[in-house]
C-alpha cells in the first residue's frame, strides 16, 4: 500500500506528513503513530556483541514468564536424544509432538520445534560444520547443533533470548559426555550486520524470524524487526539481511527458513512469496518449498476464533531451503527468478 502510495524507502516516509499517511486504506491513527516511532528513529544496526555468561534470567514474551529449563522441567529430561526421530523423504512435515529432549521446552511462544531443526540440520550439514541461526530466539537451533555435532552461532537483537539460548546449551555434565565436543557461540546484535562473521564462512543457515508484528519479542529494542506493523517496510529491512546471509554463506551452501502467511482485516496476505521473491532477486536458487502443518492451531494469530472468521483457518507454513550457487554457475539458468518479473 504505501509503495502504491509513492512511498519506497524509509527516507520517503521520513519526508511524509503523518495525515497524508494516516489517510491511506488500512491505516489509521495507531497503525500510523506505530509507523512514525519505528521511522522517525536513527536506526543503526548494532554490531554484534559476544555474551559468554551462562547465568540464566528471567525472561518475559507477551507477559508470559520464561524461566530456565532445569525448573521448567523440575531437572528432569526425557532423553538427551529422541527415541523416535525419523529423517523427512516428503516436501509436507507434520509433527504433532513437537520433541521435549535435552532442554527443549515449549515456553518461547513461536519456537520452532527441534523435529524441524534436525530434520534441516540432517539433510543440508554435516558433522564439524558451522551453522548460523541469526534469530536464535528459544535456542532450538544450538541446542541441535549441539546433540548432532554441528557448531553453532547464534544472534539475537533481544538480549533476554540469548539469556535464554545459553540456558539451554547447558546440560548436566553426564550428558555432555555423550554428545560431540562442539563449539557454540551467542551474541547480541542486528540480523542486518552480520559485522563479526567472514565472507563465505557459514555451512548452513537456519532460522524461524519474526516476521510482520505477529509476536512483538523486544518491545523496547530499537530496530527490532518484529514491531514492524507495515509489510513494505519490513521486507525493505528484511533485504537487508538477506543480503548478509548471501554474504556469510559458502558457496553451494544452504539456507532455510521458516515463515507464514497472514491476513489482514480483509484478505489473505501471502508474506512468504514476497519472500521467496527476495531471496531469488538476491542470487538464491530454491532448493525446496516445504508445508510445515501447524499444530494446536485453535485461532489465527489475527483473526481470533476460527468460528467467528470469515477465513480458512491457517494450518501451515513454508520451509524454504534456499542454496547459495557456485562459482561459475549460471544465475539465469539455475534460478526461477523470472517467473516473478
Known amino acids: 500500500m504505501l509503495k502504491e502510495a509513492g512511498y519506497n524507502t524509509i527516507e520517503d516516509l521520513r519526508n511524509s506528513d503523518f495525515f497524508d499517511i494516516m489517510k491511506l486504506p488500512g ?35 507477551e507477559n508470559k514468564k520464561i524461566v530456565p529449563w532445569e525448573i521448567y522441567k523440575k531437572g528432569k529430561i526425557s532423553g538427551i536424544q529422541p527415541s523416535d526421530f525419523k529423517l523427512e523423504r516428503t516436501t509436507v512435515w507434520s509433527f504433532p ?11 518461547y511462544r513461536g519456537n520452532w520445534s527441534p523435529r524441524v531443526v534436525r530434520n534441516i540440520i540432517e ?3 554435516k558433522p564439524g560444520d558451522l551453522v548460523l541461526d541469526p534469530m536464535v530466539g528459544g535456542g532450538t537451533t544450538p541446542v541441535e547443533c549441539m546433540l548432532t555435532g554441528r557448531n553453532s552461532i547464534s544472534i539475537d537483537i533481544n538480549q533476554g533470548a540469548i539469556s ?12 555432555k559426555k555423550q554428545i560431540p565436543k562442539t563449539v557454540h557461540r551467542t551474541f547480541i546484535g542486528d540480523v542486518r550486520n552480520l559485522d563479526k562473521i567472514a565472507d563465505e564462512s557459514i555451512d548452513l543457515i537456519a532460522t524461524h524470524p519474526p516476521y510482520a508484528n505477529i509476536i512483538k519479542y523486544a518491545p523496547s529494542v530499537d530496530g527490532d524487526l ?13 533485504k537487508k539481511a538477506i543480503k548478509e546471509f548471501h554474504r556469510v554463506l559458502k558457496p553451494g551452501a544452504y539456507c532455510s527458513i521458516l515463515m507464514g ?24 536458487v530454491l532448493k525446496e518449498d516445504i508445508i510445515k502443518k501447524e ?15 470469515s477465513f480458512l483457518l491457517t494450518m501451515h507454513e513454508h520451509l524454504f531451503v534456499f542454496r547459495k550457487l557456485n562459482k561459475g554457475e549460471g544465475a539465469l539458468k539455475n534460478s526461477s527468478r523470472s517467473f516473478f518479473e
Open 27 to 61: 491505516f489509521g491513527y495507531v497503525t500510523t503513530c506505530s509507523l512514525y516511532l519505528y521511522i522517525s528513529k536513527d536506526i543503526v544496526y548494532q554490531p554484534m556483541i559476544e555474551i559468554l555468561d551462562s547465568k540464566a534470567e528471567d525472561v518475559v514474551v
Open 123 to 125: 539433510l543440508y550439514s
Open 261 to 284: 502467511d497472514t491476513h489482514n482485516r480483509s484478505h489473505f496476505v501471502p508474506i512468504t512469496a514476497r519472500l521467496m521473491f527476495d531471496f531469488l532477486k538476491e542470487g538464491f
Open 295 to 309: 499444530w494446536n492451531c485453535e485461532s489465527d494469530r489475527n483473526l481470533g476464533k476460527y468460528s467467528n472468521s
Open 164 to 175: 535464554i539460548t545459553r540456558n539451554r546449551l547447558e546440560l548436566p555434565e553426564s550428558m
Open 226 to 238: 518484529s514491531q514492524i506493523n507495515d509489510y513494505d517496510v519490513f521486507f525493505s529491512e528484511f
Open 97 to 107: 509432538d513437537r520433541g521435549d529432549w535435552a532442554s527443549h521446552t515449549p515456553q
